[in-house]
T-cell receptor, first 112, second 113 residues
Framework: AQTVTQSQPEMSVQEAETVTLSCTYD???????LFWYKQPPSRQMILVIR??????QNATENRFSVNFQKAAKSFSLKISDSQLGDAAMYFC?????????FGQGTRLTINP | GAVVSQHPSRVICKSGTSVKIECRSL??????MFWYRQFPKQSLMLMAT?????????EQGVEKDKFLINHASLTLSTLTVTSAHPEDSSFYIC?????????FGSGTQLSVL
């Protein structure tokens, strides 16, 4: 079974600063997608960023970027200029056999 | 963007009754929908893959007779929790779209008394 490890159950950051959330995974596939999802208190799942494994360039979406290390099977999320609205649970989710497998999640708190 | 509507958002039922949850894709056709379950402070666990016009595919450990899935049209999938018990109390979420780009419903909080 595929495992996804988010080793930081909780993280906190000062508003306007940068924080990095870690994720490692295992897979036997050579081409796949990786996702970070955000779940705020409303519990609505929101796509933050997507990375295609065959692309060497790290994905970026405004203040969100990833550090994708394919050989190490590492997929970390960097949030720059943190805002109060970034407070949420963040889930790393590789796509395996056309199904998303979610990590345990990291609860991010933003300190004003 | 594409929207997935899920109803009801919250339901309370008595033990032994059945509850139906609907998941609709509002502006696109979804041949495949996914159903997840999320316990408090835990991650999302895939329960089953709903396929339009055919039987659902259940993940290991999920009772197909307890969690009935029907995907009768390209825009609607339903999850029925049959003979619900307190241990079935959970947050249920559906999603639709391609695996590379999924849209999630807003979830249903089921509480079984």
């Amino acid at each position: 079974a595929q495992t996804v490890t988010q080793s930081q159950p909780e993280m906190s950051v000062q508003e306007a600063e940068t924080v990095t959330l870690s994720c490692t995974y295992d897979t036997s596939e050579s081409d796949y997608y990786l996702f970070w999802y955000k779940q705020p208190p409303s519990r609505q799942m929101i796509l933050v960023i997507r990375q295609e494994a065959y692309k060497q360039q790290n994905a970026t979406e405004n203040r969100f970027s990833v550090n994708f290390q394919k050989a190490a099977k590492s997929f970390s999320l960097k949030i720059s200029d943190s805002q109060l609205g970034d407070a949420a649970m963040y889930f790393c989710a590789p796509l395996r056999a056309q199904k998303l497998v979610f990590g345990q999640g990291t609860r991010l708190t933003i300190n004003p | 963007g594409a929207v997935v509507s899920q109803h009801p958002s919250r339901v309370i039922c008595k033990s032994g009754t059945s509850v139906k949850i609907e998941c609709r894709s509002l502006d696109f056709q979804a041949t495949t929908m996914f159903w997840y379950r999320q316990f408090p402070k835990q991650s999302l666990m895939l329960m089953a893959t709903s396929n339009e016009g055919s039987k659902a595919t259940y993940e290991q450990g999920v009772e197909k007779d307890k969690f009935l899935i029907n995907h009768a049209s390209l825009t609607l999938s339903t999850l029925t929790v049959t003979s619900a018990h307190p241990e079935d109390s959970s947050f249920y979420i559906c999603s639709a779209g391609t695996p590379e780009k999924l849209f999630f419903g807003s979830g249903t909080q089921l509480s079984v008394l």
